[in-house]
């Protein structure tokens, strides 16, 4: 069974960084490329940033380019958001999941609140 | 980036009945080289992540029910689910793999 653990959300202000992280197991994490996605409150689905399964290729929404860097380390089976000048836009649930589209969800995300 | 739209906004359905959601994209998702759609619909229940329900376009996922169903290439297509259940209460959103970014739909939420 897919597990996937989410962690790193928190309260913080505009302007500043938060690290999400995403802990994962039942499946080879080595072989699959990994997506974050984010739902802020009420609202539907957004697709933040995926990066592939050797990390060669990464890709973002236009919302967080250049804000947000996706990372990984195969060794520990964990996927990495590093989000930087933070927006009170960016207040969402963030999930992370397997592959790059047609994704398999196994956590309850993580929250991100964005607020002085 | 590919800009997916679903319709209706909102749906309600009696039990028993037949429930059908669009999605259409900005452009073509069907891949030449393989002949795929590269579309899923994935169903949210309240309080709950999103649950993968059909894969390239048609392709429904091991476990979930055959009253779900999907249809529809290129920039078109319909998720169809027939004799409406109560756990049937969901947001459905389509979604197009084709090209990153990767894009959903706005959602659709689907009543009793």
């Known amino acids: 069974e897919v597990h996937l653990v989410e962690s790193g959300g928190g309260l913080v202000q505009p302007g500043g960084s938060l690290r999400l992280s995403c802990e994962v197991s039942?499946?080879?994490?080595?072989?699959?490329?990994m997506s974050w996605v984010r739902q802020a409150p009420g609202k539907g689905l957004e697709w933040v940033s995926g990066?592939?399964?050797?990390?060669?290729?990464?890709y973002y929404a236009e919302s967080v380019k250049g804000r947000f860097t996706i990372s990984r380390d195969n060794s520990k089976s964990t996927v990495f958001l590093q989000m930087k000048s933070l927006k009170v836009e960016d207040t969402a649930r963030y999930y992370c999941a397997r592959d790059l589209g047609m994704n398999t969800f196994g956590g309850q995300g993580t929250l991100v609140i964005v607020s002085s | 980036d590919i800009v997916m739209a679903q319709s209706p906004d909102s749906l309600a359905v009696s039990l028993g009945e037949r429930a059908a959601i669009n999605c259409k994209s900005s452009q073509s998702v069907l891949y030449s080289s393989d002949n795929k759609n590269y579309l899923a619909w994935f169903q949210q229940r309240p309080g709950q992540p999103p649950k993968l329900l059909i894969s390239?376009?048609?392709t429904r996922e091991s476990g979930v029910p055959d009253r779900f169903s999907g249809s529809g290439s290129g920039t078109d297509f319909t998720l169809t689910i027939n004799s409406l259940q109560p756990e049937d209460v969901a947001v459905y959103y389509c979604q197009q793999y084709y090209r990153a970014p990767v894009t959903f739909g706005q959602g659709t939420k689907l009543e009793i």
């Open positions: 039942g499946f080879i994490f080595g072989r699959f490329d």
């Open positions: 390239w376009a048609s």
């Open positions: 990066i592939s399964a050797d990390a060669g290729s990464k």
